[in-house]
């Protein structure tokens, strides 16, 4: 699976909007870009995930640039409830193995 | 829909004790995972289940970690003996089969404190 960066922690203003950037810049073509978050003493969580289009569900959308190389998970009004880390994930779905290699995240806070 | 069950939530022990936790994953669920947490970092898969065969133990300390899940439905993770790097929080993950559907549902885990 290919590796990601994420920054180590961001701050956002209740009720503004969270971007979480990802960079992935050594995906292979049938590599998903997979986000889950996990408040804190609770398991992982997941939000969402996409190919090459951007997606949108309840929680979150999620942009990918063109060239696969990057992508962003935008939480529209962040609430303090949103604090966590999240965790960008590539993999392919459906291979042998399902496991999720986690890497050491994006610890959001939001601020009052 | 219930989720992922685990216990106990937290376990203190001295080092060179034995452990287990135990999990019961949501049913229908074929597949299931073990992590570990350290402090600081993001879960690591120890070992995965598919119904009651192993799919992946390739990170499993099998010296003194030992996973089964004999009926295809609950599972437990031991470890013995215990050592002091052990500390850490051991969650619990299942999801369905699906090329389509890679989603992992999560317990809250188990704290262990190894002293």
């Known amino acids: ?112 | 829909e219930a989720g992922v069950a685990q216990s106990p939530r937290y376990k203190i022990i001295e080092k060179r004790q034995s452990v287990a936790f135990w999990c019961n994953p949501i049913s229908g669920h074929a597949t299931l995972y073990w992590y570990q947490q350290i402090l600081g970092q993001g879960p690591k898969l120890l070992i995965q289940f598919q119904n009651n065969g192993v799919v992946d133990d390739s990170q499993l300390p099998k010296d003194r970690f030992s996973a089964e899940r004999l009926k295809g439905v609950d599972s437990t993770l031991k470890i013995q003996p215990a050592k002091l790097e052990d500390s850490a929080v051991y969650l619990c993950a299942s999801s369905l089969v699906s090329r389509d559907s890679n989603e992992q549902f999560f317990g809250p885990g188990t704290r262990l404190t190894v002293l």
């Open chain 1, 1 to 112: 699976d290919a590796k990601t960066t994420q920054p180590p922690s961001m701050d956002c203003a209740e009720g503004r909007a969270a971007n979480l950037p990802c960079n992935h810049s050594t995906i292979s073509g049938n590599e998903y870009v997979y986000w889950y978050r996990q408040i804190h003493s609770q398991g992982p969580q997941y939000i969402i995930h996409g190919l090459k289009n951007n997606e949108t569900n309840e929680m979150a959308s999620l942009i990918i640039t063109e060239d696969r190389k990057s992508s962003t998970l935008i939480l529209p009004h962040a609430t303090l409830r949103d604090t966590a880390v999240y965790y960008c994930i590539v993999r392919v779905p459906g291979a042998g193995s399902y496991q999720l290699t986690f890497g050491k995240g994006t610890k959001l806070s939001v601020i009052p």
